[in-house]
């Protein structure tokens, strides 16, 4: 095999609790983490020269050793010797910045592709343990599918499938740091804490209604407050039907999850009219099997 290509999937939170901070200064957290069908496309190509190149299709974005996909691939090759060298293309299609994990589904591709292009023989759980050195939801990206997520994000439990629904991905025109998030979190005296137990138990059940109804995202607390445009996204969703919506990871990107096509595509429409998303994508949950289609 001279050339794989592989897909890096990005991921919403349905969930997240921040449950403590490390000496370290990393956060402890608890999340229940999907992914959906929106990805960005990794091509890997042997060269017979030593060495890494990597372009993309997005201008600004550094093609040299700082960026994660690049990072991830360095990692196996150096550790196994690898003796040629590998090209990148990577093709992206997730919003940078918006709480998809866009750079580490690169980072969990670009290692799922180096393993399978070199025949390294790692496992997933093995690729899991050197992807957390990488960054805390690259082990996650890994696995895709659905899964409670915890400590700083490397310790994963598989849960059930998420139920068949739509997903509307609406990233207004901000960025958000993360590591200003947090910080503004952690000066909060306290907050209360998302049911991320009852939605287990949702998924157990395969209730979609109760899933969202329990949905819960601690870091919205700062970044809503800095950022209204996030609350009116998450605002037109549910008066357009949305069982759910919420904000993704440390934001900007808010999700609505929708039991009818058809009022997803309406409430995308809207905030298509209105200009209040740079970034819109109408998807579905993803399973390690595939995308999950249907409605109840």
């Known amino acids: 095999m001279r050339e794989i290509t592989v897909k890096g ?15 370290d200064g990393y956060h402890l957290v608890r999340m229940i983490m999907q992914s959906v069908d929106v990805c960005d496309t990794i091509t890997l190509t042997k060269k017979p020269e030593a060495g890494i190149s990597l372009s993309l299709n997005v201008p600004g974005l550094a093609a040299d050793s700082t960026n994660l996909a690049w990072r991830a691939a360095e990692l196996l090759m150096q550790e196994f010797s690898v003796a040629e060298g ?3 293309r990577l093709e992206k299609r997730i919003p940078m910045a918006a709480g998809l994990a866009g750079g580490s589904a690169d980072a969990a591709a ?3 592709g180096v393993n399978e292009l070199f025949s390294l023989g790692l496992t997933k759980e093995e690729l899991c ?5 990488l960054g805390a939801d690259i082990p996650f990206c890994v696995m895709e599918g659905t899964m409670l997520s915890e400590g700083i994000g490397e310790i994963l439990t598989e849960l059930p499938p998420m139920p068949a629904c739509t997903i509307l991905l609406a990233k207004p025109g901000i960025d958000v740091p993360t590591g200003g998030v947090y910080r503004a979190l952690d000066a909060l005296s306290g907050y209360v804490h998302p049911d991320i137990s009852g939605q287990i138990r949702a998924l157990e059940a395969g209730d979609l209604d109760d899933l969202a109804a329990k949905m ?8 809503v407050r800095d950022h209204p445009v ?8 549910m008066e ?11 934001g900007p990107t808010v999700f609505g999850l929708f039991a009818q096509d058809e009022d997803a595509q309406r409430a995308c429409s809207i905030l298509e009219t209105e200009g209040l998303a740079s970034d819109l994508f109408l998807t579905v949950p993803y399973q390690n099997g595939g995308s999950v289609h249907g409605r109840r």
């Open 230 to 237: 996030i609350a009116r996204i998450r605002e037109i969703m």
């Open 216 to 223: 819960g995202n601690v870091l919205e607390l700062v970044t």
């Open 9 to 23: 999937h990005a991921k919403i939170n349905l969930g997240l609790d921040v449950t403590g901070l490390r000496e």
């Open 86 to 88: 590998i090209d990148i």
């Open 240 to 250: 357009q039907g949305a069982v759910g919506a919420m904000m993704s990871g440390s």
């Open 129 to 133: 343990a050197r992807a957390v050195r």
């Open 110 to 112: 670009v290692l799922r």
